[in-house]
Structure formats: structure tokens, C-alpha cells
């Protein structure tokens, strides 16, 4: 599966953005999707993860009750809405692929290239 990210850009602190991250192939439905992100001089980190129907979702303390992930299999689409945002968040943000639940950036098969997201103070 091929992943394409889109929606970053710059905000101010306080507000929101929403990326999306589409899928090609007819087999969207059967992959686990998670975002991670990465900042400047640190590691990729989890963000969340959502399941295969949708039902069910996974997220990052940092980010609990501000991010929203979801997902549309007939568009073979997942969305990150970002909301409250804070300087920290800054970050390049990956949507990635994998069979099964999972935090674990080693357990994705499929990334997509990245979008940037600036929050200023």
C-alpha cells in the first residue's frame, strides 16, 4: 500500500489543523493505520492508531483528548484532527500501516512521506 499525507502547514498555538493520509490499493481496510511524528533532534513517536473498522482507537498521552483520528475505508482515507495545538506538537507527521494493534514504530510496514506541522507560540 502507498501512503500520501497532506494537510500541514503553520498555526498558531491554540489552534488546529487536520491531516490526511490517502491510501492506493483496495486492501485499505485490512491494515491497522497509526500517525506518528518527529521532531527536530528527537526520535519518531507514536501519536495514535485507529483499527480496521474504525472502531476502535489508540492514542499518545501527549495528545489524549486533543487529537481525533478517524478513518473512511470507501475513500481509503485516515484523518488526524489536531486540536488545541502547542509548540511541542511541532513535528514532520507520518500516517503508517501495519496488520495488528500496535505503538511500535517497527511494527509498521508502510509509511508515507511525511507533511510538516509548525505551531507557533
Known amino acids: 500500500v502507498q501512503l500520501v499525507e497532506s494537510g500541514g502547514g503553520l498555526v498558531q498555538a491554540g489552534g488546529s489543523l487536520r491531516l490526511s493520509c490517502a491510501a492506493s490499493?483496495?486492501?485499505?481496510?485490512?491494515?491497522?493505520m497509526g500517525w506518528f511524528r518527529q521532531a527536530p533532534g528527537k526520535e519518531r513517536e507514536f501519536v495514535g492508531a485507529?483499527?480496521?473498522?474504525?472502531?476502535?482507537?489508540l492514542y499518545a498521552d501527549s495528545v489524549k483528548g486533543r487529537f481525533t483520528i478517524s478513518r473512511d475505508n470507501a475513500k481509503n482515507t485516515v484523518d488526524l484532527q489536531m486540536n488545541s495545538l502547542k509548540p511541542e506538537d511541532t513535528a514532520v507527521y507520518y500516517c503508517?500501516?501495519?496488520?495488528?494493534?500496535?505503538?511500535?514504530?517497527?511494527?509498521?510496514?508502510?509509511w508515507g512521506q511525511g507533511t510538516q506541522v509548525t505551531v507557533s507560540s
Open positions: 485507529i483499527s480496521r473498522n474504525g472502531g476502535s482507537t
Open positions: 490499493g483496495r486492501t485499505f481496510s485490512s491494515y491497522y
Open positions: 503508517a500501516a501495519t496488520y495488528g494493534s500496535s505503538r511500535r514504530e517497527y511494527d509498521y510496514h508502510y
